[in-house]
Nanobody
Framework: QVQLVESGGGLVQAGGSLRLSCAAS????????RGWYRQPPGKQRELVAL???????NYADSVKGRFTISRGNAKTTVYLQMNSLKPEDTAVYYC??????????WGQGTQVTVSS
């Protein structure tokens, strides 16, 4: 089992920055992929960024060049640095982890609101 807790959301003006954190506990060594998803108001949840065990990162086209996913030194925490934020980035952001048995775990979500 893996438990995930997000933090770092909030209200920011357009053009500003925020850094989200996702702290993992439990069977951390079994995690193969970690990522961030978001769900804008009235829309479906969508992929934002993924990072694999080898550090390879992938991003949604809408955030490329503005967002960066990274891991802490102990690899228990994954970060999402969000720069040049736009109102359309407003969403609940969720942390997700997939283990070596392809089981998925989700955090509780953190609200990001970007004002124009």
């Amino acid at each position: 089992q893996v438990q995930l807790v997000e933090s770092g959301g909030g209200l920011v003006q357009a053009g500003g920055s925020l850094r989200l954190s996702c702290a993992a506990s439990g069977s951390i060594s079994s995690i193969s992929i970690r990522g961030w998803y978001r769900q804008p108001p009235g829309k479906q949840r969508e992929l934002v960024a993924l990072i694999a065990r080898d550090g390879t990162a992938n991003y949604a086209d809408s955030v490329k060049g503005r967002f960066t996913i990274s891991r802490g030194n102990a690899k228990t925490t994954v970060y999402l640095q969000m720069n040049s934020l736009k109102p359309e980035d407003t969403a609940v952001y969720y942390c997700k982890s997939i283990d070596l048995s392809y089981r998925a775990y989700w955090g509780q979500g953190t609200q990001v609101t970007v004002s124009s």
